[in-house]
């Protein structure tokens, strides 16, 4: 019997296939167009976590010992993984390390954050909230928009909900393909 990780495992190969012809496909019918788009997504996010970062999130995160990096699979969407080919650096995953998020490390997350999934990025915890001055929290909050922003022009390009968590697009799309 095929465990869950490998099963995983199966989904996350068989999805970056997928995302390979789906990326093929946007530079084709859009180029350039479409990499500024990816770019204006990645630059959002990181301006993000730079915001946070001045507070010192890695302090505290260390300190909290990264309790919201737990069952992280779900985490990366589509457009985070269509950045991740477009660069040619989709992010080696361990689906055995649970309840460890695949894409973490004992070191912390071994994404950069423009490559990290949004919903990472987007989530602020109390413990780093609380450190957040008013304007940063509004910087913050005109990010998050920004992001919130691409991942709609996105979808509208695609006709995909490029929110989606890349295990569920792609355990649907290779489902879908069995039954041609
Ligand atoms: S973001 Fe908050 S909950 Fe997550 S690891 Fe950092 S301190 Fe902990
Ligand atoms: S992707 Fe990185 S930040 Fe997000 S849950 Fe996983 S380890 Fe944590």
Known sequence: MVSVHEEDLQVWQ?????????????????????????ERYG??????AAVTADVDAAGICGTCGGLCCMNGKYRFN????????????????NFRQTPLCPYGADTGCSLTP???????ILFICEAIDQKLSPPARLELTRLEQ??????????LVTGELLGTPVLLWGSKKLVSKLRE
């Open 14 to 38: 068989g999805s970056r296939e997928l995302l390979v012809s789906l990326h093929d496909r946007l530079i084709g019918n859009h180029g350039t167009e479409w990499l500024e788009l990816l």
């Open 43 to 48: 630059t959002f996010k990181e301006r993000m």
């Open 78 to 93: 589509v457009l985070d993984a269509l950045c991740g080919v477009a660069l040619d650096c989709v992010p080696t995953v």
């Open 114 to 120: 423009s490559l990290r999934p949004a919903d990472c």
């Open 146 to 155: 920004l992001v919130r922003d691409c991942l709609r022009e996105a979808s």
